[in-house]
């Protein structure tokens, strides 16, 4: 199984407003990075920080009109084609989300690890215009690795520090997928600056997915984005 981590938790300053409830074609950022990672992921776990109980709540209920609207179908029957269940959901709140993007990246991956999952994807909020099928691609292209790697609970599989980053026209971005160990890795990293550095210090090994999708490199910061 793989679990996705949305980070969410900060107050969207140069968005003029909190970017997880800011809206996209009709949905807010924060749904609409939920639906993309279940693409790939049988849990998404949801990083909130600032505002984190109104958040959580609009979300929440946001999901309700879609399950009743008959909306999350698709979703559905897409996860499961990847083995998951059901749609699953779960909030995280960081309390030291002012510390920038990496605290709630290590939330949010602590949480993800306790499911105990084959790979964790890592999706900033500001990328709604991601398509759910290069998440699903991503996913594939990391289910592949670790089936290389060896088999779940061999040595060599699980000391695997390895990333996986998609790339649109040799820019790098977004979802990062992470093997287990190296997440364990970022979480107890007390050095790096960001999540970036966090990973360049604890990974073996790194990979690159090249996508035709710009949506991985577009995060929406500003009203103008």
């Known amino acids: 199984m793989m679990v996705g981590v949305l980070l969410a938790a900060g107050a969207g300053t140069r968005m003029g407003g909190n970017k997880a409830t800011t809206q996209h074609k009709g949905l807010s950022f924060l749904v609409h990075g939920v639906r993309h990672l279940w693409a790939a992921c049988d849990v998404v776990v949801v990083v909130l920080g600032h505002d984190a109980k109104r958040v959580?709540?609009?979300?929440?209920?946001?999901?309700?009109?879609?399950?009743?609207?008959?909306?999350?179908?698709?979703?559905?029957?897409?996860?499961?084609?990847?083995?998951?269940?059901?749609?699953?959901l779960r909030f995280a709140v960081n309390a030291?989300?002012?510390?920038?993007?990496?605290?709630?990246?290590?939330?949010?991956?602590?949480?993800?690890?306790?499911?105990?999952?084959?790979?964790?994807?890592?999706?900033?909020?500001?990328?709604?215009?991601?398509?759910?099928?290069?998440?699903?691609?991503?996913?594939?292209?990391?289910?592949?690795?670790?089936?290389?790697?060896?088999?779940?609970?061999?040595?060599?599989?699980?000391?695997?520090?390895?990333?996986?980053?998609?790339?649109?026209?040799?820019?790098?971005?977004?979802?990062?997928?992470?093997?287990?160990l190296l997440a364990r890795a970022i979480v107890k990293d007390h050095v790096a600056r960001d999540l970036g550095d966090a990973v360049r210090r604890?990974?073996?090994?790194?990979?690159?997915?090249?996508?035709?999708d710009g949506g991985i490199i577009a995060n929406m910061n500003t009203p103008k984005s």
């Open 96 to 180: 030291g989300w002012k510390a920038g993007m990496l605290s709630s990246a290590k939330v949010g991956l602590a949480e993800g690890l306790r499911s105990r999952p084959d790979a964790l994807l890592v999706l900033p909020v500001d990328h709604p215009k991601i398509k759910g099928a290069t998440v699903a691609a991503i996913g594939g292209m990391m289910r592949e690795a670790l089936g290389a790697a060896g088999k779940k609970g061999s040595k060599s599989r699980d000391g695997f520090a390895y990333a996986l980053v998609p790339r649109y026209k040799g820019h790098r971005g977004h979802p990062l997928a992470l093997s287990p």
């Open 56 to 88: 959580q709540k609009e979300a929440e209920e946001e999901f309700v009109s879609l399950v009743d609207s008959g909306a999350l179908t698709a979703d559905l029957h897409e996860a499961q084609q990847h083995g998951a269940k059901d749609l699953e």
């Open 202 to 212: 604890q990974c073996r090994l790194v990979g690159y997915c090249d996508v035709k």
